[in-house]
């Protein structure tokens, strides 16, 4: 046992998040790190991420970074881990196979647990006619009580066994559960514990390394509650003391059915980032899935909070315990509200990071471009929902003038005819002395709306899809102040050559 610390010299509660590194994080990660953050921080105690991969055969390479990445940039920062170390490192269970060793020789001496040569063959024809007699599934037990040489004349035999807990007949199934309370789950059978390749199977490594690493309070999802009698089970034949048990209501798309990766895009944190949400609007969202508003003392409900707040509030009682619907529309009104609410320089700051990470802008970003980007932050401001939709905003300001891509349905969008417009707009604006937005707008005014007897509805379209090459854009006369005099006049220009 590998453990520095006793974990009984421990104070306050320890939580800890473990996801399996298979892919692109879960959204869930995240969803179960902010209970146990919350809890942990309002109660004085820690928070581990340990990386569950003892399931060799679904490890994905760079997984367990981007656990790091997305919860970093979540905020939901750990105490240990692998990549922070702590009293109980390591932090990845494919580096602990010492520390299942004596767990399971301590149950095969006991006679809890037994050495299983079934082949894969045999077991998978052992369900096969289980399910034909309509008999429930299970191991049937072929090897329980024999040795090796015994078992060995009969079929189905392989060389390396794997070790199988003895679950009793007076099994308990029952626990209190801190969100479902009193709980139950099926009786299960005779459950792997050890994998031939030495490996410890899930259910034996999360009792064994939450019992090594103090852990007080599991806190998981709703879909592992068939797992927990097997893990009471575990601790009460080691003889240790179990965690509390908190299993959090599933999030779940609208058919009611529980979220995947295969299916919903959202089921992958970095999706989240990708699309432009706020950590702090995702951490805000993903609590509100099963947590109630806050309630204010004058009895008004507040659905938008800060994760201080959330933590300082949270109470296992108000869980709820029925799954919620991931709504994307309300998330999107979520991270609007949270996008208003920003400083100016923190959300063009946060333009510019977003811009960076999908590419728009390669590399560091130049002062010119920074200076546009933030000069244009408060037009779009207003208009924004997700950061990704500054893309398509702003883009104009960071492309050089004779890259403006003029986009085909913008030109289809024009009503009347364009190019009296930019003959009446050009020298107009070539003749201002001021190049602010307000006298800008006034002599377009001037030169269009009362020079031509066109509409200002549709004075303005020639000027917008000129200088942006969109339909939609930021606030036109001050895109036009921030561009420049130089900069307009040249797209002016070049936009009614082509017409
Ligand atoms: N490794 C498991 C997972 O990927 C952890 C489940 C638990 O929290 O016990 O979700």
């Known amino acids: ?43 004085g105690g820690q928070f581990v991420l340990r990386i569950e991969d003892t399931d060799r055969k679904r490890l994905v390479e760079g997984a367990e970074e981007q656990v790091y990445d997305t919860l970093h940039w979540l905020g939901l920062d750990w105490d240990e881990g692998p990549d922070k170390g702590g009293p109980f490192a390591p932090y990845r269970q494919s580096e602990r196979l010492e520390t299942y060793q004596p767990y399971v020789d301590r149950l095969l001496a006991e006679g809890k647990a037994y050495h299983c040569w079934c082949s894969a063959e045999r077991l998978t024809q052992m369900r096969e006619r289980q399910q034909k007699l309509k008999q429930a599934t299970g191991y049937d037990r072929l090897c329980l009580g024999k040795t ?4 060995a004349e009969l079929p189905g035999f392989t060389q390396t066994p794997v070790v199988r807990m003895l679950v009793p007949e ?12 009193r709980s139950s789950a099926p009786r299960p059978d005779d459950q792997v514990i050890l994998k031939a ?7 034996l490594a999360v009792v064994v390394d939450d019992h090594e690493m103090g ?7 709703q879909d592992w509650m068939s797992s927990t009698p097997k893990h009471t089970l575990l601790y009460q034949m080691l003889g240790l003391e179990p965690p509390k ?5 599933q999030l779940l798309e609208s058919g009611k059915k529980k979220i995947s990766k295969r299916r919903n895009p959202w089921a992958r944190l970095t999706w989240f980032r990708e699309q432009g949400y706020l950590p702090e609007a995702l951490v805000n969202f993903l609590a509100l899935q099963c947590y109630p508003p806050i309630v204010e003392a004058d009895g008004s409900e507040r659905e938008i909070f800060t994760f201080a707040d959330f933590t300082e509030r949270f109470q296992w009682d ?23 609410a920003l400083d100016v320089d923190d959300l063009a700051d946060r333009i510019v990071a977003h811009l960076r990470r999908v590419g728009v802008i390669e590399g560091e970003p130049t002062d010119e471009q920074l200076a546009l980007l933030r000069a244009a932050t408060p037009l779009v401001q207003e208009r924004m929902q997700l950061l990704s939709e500054a893309e398509g905003m702003l883009a104009f300001l960071l492309v050089a003038d004779e890259d403006v891509l003029v986009e085909d349905d913008a030109v289809a969008s024009l009503k009347g005819d364009p190019a009296q417009v930019l003959d ?20 377009l005014r001037a030169a269009i709306v009362d020079g031509l007897g066109i509409k200002p509805r549709l004075a303005f379209g020639p000027l917008r899809v000129g200088i942006t090459g969109r339909r939609v854009s930021p606030p036109l006369f001050e895109s036009m102040e921030i561009l420049g005099r130089e900069s307009t006049l040249a797209r002016l220009r070049s936009f009614r050559a082509t017409l």
């Open 148 to 151: 090796r040489e015994e078992r």
């Open 424 to 443: 009446a707009a050009l020298p107009a604006l070539e003749s201002l002395d001021s190049w602010a937005a307000d006298d800008i707008q006034a002599a």
């Open 197 to 203: 390749d030495g490996f410890p199977t899930y259910h």
């Open 1 to 43: 046992m590998t453990a520095s610390t006793p974990a009984s010299t421990l104070t306050g509660p320890r939580l800890r998040v473990a996801p399996s590194p298979t892919g692109d994080p879960h959204v869930g990660t995240a969803y179960m790190s902010m209970f146990d953050l919350a809890y942990a921080r309002q109660q």
């Open 170 to 181: 007076d099994v308990d199934l029952t626990w209190d559960d801190l969100v479902m309370g």
């Open 245 to 249: 048990f908190a299993h959090m209501p």
């Open 318 to 340: 108000k869980v709820k315990r029925a799954g919620a619907i991931f709504n994307l529309d309300k998330l999107e009104w979520l991270n609007g509200q949270y996008i208003r």
């Open 215 to 221: 852990i007080t309070h599991v806190v998981r999802g």
